[in-house]
């Protein structure tokens, strides 16, 4: 008989997640390894029984104290993994809607000082309590839609002290927000107006002084750059990640987001873990990732806020490439809810919901190096949301869709109609 501390019964469906290969590409994507009518049992934060109900009672028994939760006839997930955020900033960008409104690009926001510029105007400004506060609760707001993983980038700060600030709030919002948070390290997200004009001078401090710091300290699990024509070429960016790579550091790539600037290839080249955007990413390099194992993040809100451009979601996969998602949450693209972003992934995407499903799961996990999040299977971390719908494949269907219960290491974070636990 296994002993339990939380029971969790009267699910329709559990898409379990728990079968085939991680990450999961071609028709691999489309394997959610659903059960119907089951329940799980948690222990310790991990599940540790998971089937069909009418097994339950006979192999099962609540410890004193437990609880049993009902599922209200809904469907249970692994809690969302964000696998690209820019969540730690100040300030916003609500001004700039008019000359996005009007054709202005981002790159012509930026070179008149809007933008990221103005934001790393605003986080640089901001104090420690301020930035905890703010992104405190975005990320609050980010776990009352499913999501119990992110991905954390900094950033907003372009100077040695203010990253290394930024990287370390990193650890105490994941305290204050008991998710599992994982810092990435985004130094050269543009080129700072202290060194305007002397980009080389400014890689030559990221890989020289801040890396090392970075890495000696622990304060990053990846590395990114944004390659891109105006802030890193091809050459710079990959100067930094290989520095980056010596230094134990995994590697990530804003990728040809805008234009087709070679960030890709690059991706490829260097076996990074994932390249993120891929807009503008042609057929050629989209096989270049596949074949190289580049798990593909897509961001398919950020397409409709910044681009003229559709997700290339379908394409990626298509090719073969493992897709993730994630909100690209940040002052230009402010999205926290990911069922928001499978929906899109979906309807503008054109994955399936059981493909945009993976990718904001088991992928996504993998893309940020959670190789035990993503799936709901016993011996992992109970990080499961049970929304009030029939089935998983609605969670494609619904933009609006939202969890009634969330569970983070198997603690109960919002839940409805709490039952009496059973003998």
């Not at 940040?330 to 972003?341: A, K, L």
């Amino acid at each position: 008989m296994i002993r339990a501390e939380l029971v969790v019964g009267d699910l329709a469906e559990v898409a379990t997640l728990a079968e085939g290969p991680v990450p999961r590409s071609a028709a691999s994507m489309a394997e959610v390894a659903a059960l119907q009518g089951a329940a799980l049992a948690i222990d310790a934060g991990r599940v540790v029984w998971l089937g069909p109900e009418r097994r339950l009672r006979r192999e099962v028994r609540l410890r004193a104290g437990g609880r049993r939760l009902s599922g209200d006839g809904g469907t249970a997930v692994p809690g969302f993994v964000d696998a690209h955020s820019h969540v730690l900033f100040a300030g916003d960008r609500a001004d700039e809607l008019p000359l996005k409104a009007a054709g202005a690009s981002y790159a012509e926001i930026a070179r008149q000082g809007g933008g990221l510029l103005s934001t790393v105007r605003a986080t640089r400004r901001a104090t420690d309590r301020e930035l905890l506060e703010q992104t405190t609760a975005r990320l609050e707001r980010m776990a009352a839609s499913g999501t119990t993983a992110v991905e954390v980038k900094s950033g907003y700060a372009l100077e040695h002290a203010g990253e290394l600030r930024l990287l370390r709030l990193v650890r105490t919002l994941a305290r204050r927000t008991g998710l599992r948070l994982v810092p990435t390290y985004l130094g050269a997200h543009a080129v700072p107006p202290e060194f305007r004009g002397r980009a080389d001078a400014y890689v030559r401090e990221i890989v020289r002084r801040t890396l090392p710091e970075v890495a000696g300290r622990r304060l990053a699990r990846y590395c990114d750059v944004f390659c891109e024509p105006g802030f890193f070429s091809v050459r710079q960016a990959e100067r930094i990640l290989v520095a980056a790579a010596r230094l134990g550091l995994g590697l990530k790539i804003h990728a040809d987001e805008f234009v087709a600037s070679g960030g890709a290839r690059l991706a490829a080249r260097l076996g990074a873990t994932s390249a993120d955007h891929l807009l503008a990413a042609g057929a050629g390099d989209r096989r270049r990732l596949a074949r190289a194992g580049v798990t593909a993040v897509v961001l398919p809100l950020t397409a409709f806020a910044s681009s003229s451009r559709r997700s290339p979601a379908r394409e990626l996969v298509d090719a073969g490439a493992p897709v993730a998602l994630g909100t690209d949450c940040s002052p230009n693209t402010w999205v926290e809810e990911m069922p928001g972003v499978l929906a899109a992934a979906v309807h503008a995407g054109r994955l399936t919901p059981a493909e945009a499903l993976t990718a904001a799961t088991v992928n996504a996990a993998h893309a940020v190096g959670l190789e035990d999040a993503g799936t709901i299977e016993v011996g992992r971390p109970a990080d499961v949301a049970v929304f009030p719908l029939r089935s998983a494949s609605e969670l494609g269907y619904r933009f609006d869709a939202r969890p009634s219960l969330i569970l983070r290491q198997g603690k109960p974070i919002s839940r409805r109609n709490s039952v009496s636990m059973f003998k």
